[in-house]
């Protein structure tokens, strides 16, 4: 009846192929405890890591082990490639975009070498993150096994 006061949901696809872990379950506190923001975290399956969202790359570490994508709504979505992978000083990645690019959901951002990940990084496990500055009401989390551009929130 009212419809127009209800806000629209916007969906948050995965970066990779994967399987769904909770936030909470992130060995490391400033995602588990929700520091950074909320959201989920993949156990990734494949090398290409790609846009989440529609937007504009908002932020690439030099390490390119992390990256922010900015909507023209209120929503920033930043993807951490594995925990402690600044550490690698950008060995095992691949920048395929630069910030500033606009991008859809789905266009590859960063490649990596997941067996080297899996050898010298802490843990390759990727949080996904809605960014404390985005405009959230609530985030329905999906839990299961996943492939590059499935959603994985809806975020009110």
Known sequence: MFGFL?????????PVDGQIVALESVDDE????????????????????TAPIDGVISKIFSTNHAYSIKSPKDLEVMVHIGLDTVALEGKGFERLK???????????????????????????VTPVIISDESDVKHIDKKLVIVKSQDIIMEVN
């Open 30 to 49: 400033v995602f588990s405890q929700k520091m950074a923001g909320d959201g989920v975290a993949i156990m990734p399956m494949s090398d290409i890591f």
């Open 98 to 124: 630069e910030e500033g690019d606009e991008v859809k959901a789905g266009d590859a951002v960063i490649r990596v070498d997941l067996s080297y990940l899996k050898a010298h990084a802490k843990d390759i």
């Open 6 to 14: 209800k806000r629209k949901t916007r969906e948050v696809k995965s």
